[in-house]
């Protein structure tokens, strides 16, 4: 019997049963081969091709099965960073959605015989964080990325040198206490028992005493209020009349909050942005998606497009390519170079490199252009790159 056309109502029929999934007993998995119903697998099975098959499972069963669990592994692991990232997620819901795809690789082919164990061998194998609760086993993914961890690294680095920044201030606004004291500690105040000589004695409060600040003896209640209230105003016009002969001098506070004040102005001068591109610089090619031919070569930005984006021109062998920033990355040249600032208060300055301060992730650069030429700045890594 001869096949049937391919408009033919029959094959339209078969075309559409064969679409969406099938039951898995009627699959062969060494043939990739999805049957119908059970004649059908059992044809297959019969087949000349399916026997041929076994024979060559036959002579190496373990490489066969560990190909098809490599498989399962990857394609489950990639969707689930693609899907759910490192979010906390059940493991039956991405297995659902993986088996949705038709050509999916069973599980009943692999070296994992349920869906748990192949859960604990993730967590086992340091690939996910897995927790077990009595709705069933979660999953997270952990991203091992080289560029993830690259930029987890410089977020920790930014904020060490925050918390750097934070430290230094604390000292100094410390120092300046320290000097308006005039050098000398706090004294502190020492409590003792309220004594009294004999039982028969009464003991009284001289509050005029500690108004006027009299020493009358502590039979006698005190001046009147009147008397009490010329002395502090008294005491109060002398102590006026010497602060304003030390308001010539400023204080320690002045100078912490004049310092305050200058800081705040200096932040808020430094604008920076989210796109750091500029033509005539030389970069570095970081992505992989171009293969080993481009990966790690330096490259000279001929063209800036929409900010975000240039043409570069590869120095060793003159190929152009259009690439986004973020596959790019700044280069730092010897010291005594020519570069060019493209972030921060001092963006389109040029400079020359003067020396490198590993621990602190900068550079030390003395400007060559602009108001404050000549002014020697640091400037982290990816702030500048050397001039082409």
């Known amino acids: 019997m001869g096949k049937a056309d391919f408009l033919s109502p029959k094959a339209i029929s078969n075309r559409i049963k064969s679409k969406g999934l099938q039951k898995l007993r009627w699959y062969c998995q060494m043939c990739q081969k999805q049957c119908r119903d059970e004649n059908g697998f059992k044809c297959h099975c019969m ?17 066969f099965m560990d190909f098809f669990s490599d498989e399962f592994k990857s394609e489950f692991l990639e ?28 599980m009943n082919s692999t070296q994992w015989e349920t869906l748990t164990d192949f859960t604990k061998w993730l967590g086992r194998e340091g690939l996910c964080k897995v ?11 952990i991203d091992r990325d080289p560029e993830t961890i690259r930029r987890q690294e410089e977020q920790a680095r930014k904020k060490k040198q925050e918390l750097d920044d934070e430290e230094r201030s604390a000292r100094f ?10 050098g000398k500690e706090e004294a502190e105040p020492v409590y003792t028992e309220l004594q009294r000589e004999s039982e028969e004695e ?9 108004v006027a600040g009299s020493s009358k003896s502590s039979s006698v209640l005190g001046t009147s209020a009147l008397k009490a209230a010329a002395s502090v105003k008294r005491k109060e016009t002398a102590a006026g009349s010497d602060s304003r002969g030390e308001k010539k001098k400023k204080s ?15 932040q808020s ?36 497009r929409d900010r975000y984006g240039a043409v570069v021109k590869l120095v060793d062998s003159g190929d152009k390519l259009k690439l986004d920033q973020n596959h790019l990355e700044t280069v730092i040249p010897a010291p005594g170079k020519r570069v060019l600032i493209l972030n921060g208060p001092y963006r389109d300055t040029e400079a020359v490199l003067e020396g ?33």
């Open 47 to 63: 087949s000349e091709s399916h026997q041929r098959q076994l024979l060559l499972a036959s002579e190496n069963p373990t490489k």
């Open 79 to 106: 969707l689930l960073r693609r899907r759910f990232g490192t979010k906390r997620v059940h493991n039956n819901i991405v297995y659902n959605e993986y088996i949705s795809h038709r050509e999916h690789v069973h």
């Open 131 to 141: 927790d077990e609760t009595p709705k069933g086993w979660y999953i997270q993914y």
């Open 173 to 182: 606004i410390q120092e300046q206490v320290r000097r308006g004291q005039g």
């Open 202 to 210: 009464k003991v009284a409060f001289n509050l005029g005493a500690a």
């Open 252 to 266: 320690a506070l002045e100078e912490i909050i004049e310092m305050e004040e200058k800081k705040k102005k200096k």
């Open 269 to 304: 001068s430094a604008v920076r942005t989210d796109y750091w591109l500029q033509p005539n610089i030389v970069v570095k090619i970081v992505t992989k998606k171009l293969g080993d031919k481009y990966h790690k070569k330096k490259a000279v930005v001929t063209e800036v």
């Open 356 to 388: 490198i301060h590993e621990k602190k992730f900068s550079a030390t650069l003395t400007l060559d252009s602009g108001p404050q030429k000549g002014d020697s700045v640091d400037v982290a890594y990816e702030d500048f790159s050397k001039l082409a």
